[in-house]
């Protein structure tokens, strides 16, 4: 029996299947994003990943995508504060969301900051907004804004990772929502098994990233593919030199060079509070290389993955992943 929130959330974005194909730089090239919307789940748009590295113009490659599906699709929003580190970056983003707005997209996943003023705006266009939160206090703050549905961020997932388990935080988040509110499980899953045991948790669905980066249609090296395949969970480990926060990657020499943790003046940077905003931008400047390089040259091996790596044994297209699931 389907439950009250799978069933808003199969409304809210007009996908089939409660699978969504979460936002990621690399990995969100349009061909994914459009053949996970096609096969009956639902694909969100990374915007950075699809300007920066796969190098299309955003308001094309919105519309490459809709050449390529007729089905819906997302598009993930970061939500900066506008001081002067960020005031550029939070500009972007706010065009982003206008842009696809203007473009028909139907939802809107937003990241970090308030989303009040853009659950406002996208109401009034009849655009639907989720909200990625990884802990109860944020997740009763943007429950309070308005937003339709919240992606519960946990410690399983790859790219910039939670702190809680799947388990946990639903445990802490149910009570502040009504029954049929949709809460989606992030992080760790790659098996019907596992979203079935999450719907009994009572999560309406899953976005999964690292089971969408193995698949025919992600524009990441063969070598990137095949390690996702080959890695156990032992593998997967945090790393704060990255980003500043803690982000989940498999474990390789490249990575593992040099310890996994900042030292200790730039753990110092992070710490205080004139400098962390700085210190955080210019640490993921340098990411962001990385990953671009990682997603073309199979021996850059700075490779993002979370703990669903255990279920995933073999390349496949998206519509064979998305159909195990229905
Ligand atoms: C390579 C990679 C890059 C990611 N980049 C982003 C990102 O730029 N923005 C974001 O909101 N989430 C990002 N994520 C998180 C995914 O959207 C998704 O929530 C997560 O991958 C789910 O966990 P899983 O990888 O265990 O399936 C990334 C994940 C991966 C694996």
């Excluded at 390690?227 to 474990?251: E, L, P, Q, R, Y």
């Amino acid at each position: 029996m389907i439950s009250a929130s799978t069933k808003r959330f199969l409304k809210d974005t007009g996908s089939r299947v409660p699978i969504v194909c979460g936002p990621m730089y690399p990995g969100s090239n349009p061909e994914l994003v459009a053949a996970v919307s096609e096969a009956g789940g639902f694909g969100v748009v990374q915007p950075i990943a699809l300007t920066r590295l796969y190098g299309h113009d955003y308001r094309e490659g919105l519309r490459l995508i809709k050449t390529l599906t007729d089905r819906p699709f997302g598009v993930n929003i970061t939500i900066l504060p506008k001081t002067a580190a960020s005031a550029k970056y939070a500009k972007m983003n706010e065009d982003f969301a206008d842009i696809a707005i203007e473009e028909g997209v139907p939802f809107l996943l937003t990241s970090l900051g308030k989303p009040n003023d853009i659950v406002e705006k996208a109401h009034a266009n009849g655009v639907k907004v989720y909200h990625d939160v990884h802990n109860a206090k944020l997740a009763g703050r943007a429950y309070e804004a308005g937003v339709d549905g919240l992606n519960l961020l946990n410690n399983g997932m790859g790219g910039q990772t939670g702190a809680y388990t799947a388990e946990e935080i639903i445990t802490a988040v149910k009570p502040l929502v009504p029954e049929d509110f949709p809460l989606m499980c992030a992080g760790g899953v790659s098996t019907p098994d596992q979203l079935k045991h999450l719907q009994d948790l009572g999560y309406a669905g899953a976005q999964l990233g690292t089971r969408f980066l193995a698949t025919h249609e992600a524009k990441i090296t063969d070598a990137y593919k095949e390690a996702i395949v080959k890695a156990s969970s032992s593998d997967i480990v945090w790393t704060n030199k990255m980003a500043g926060t803690n982000s989940s990657v498999i474990n390789t020499p490249m990575v593992s060079e040099g310890g996994l943790r900042t030292n200790a003046f730039v753990s110092f940077l992070l710490r205080t509070p004139a400098t962390k905003a700085l210190t955080r931008l210019y640490l993921l400047q340098g990411a962001l290389e990385k990953y671009d390089q990682a997603a073309f040259d199979p021996d850059v091996q700075y490779w993002q993955a979370g703990k669903g790596v255990d279920g995933i044994s073999n390349i496949l297209t998206c519509k064979e992943v998305i159909s195990q699931f229905e």
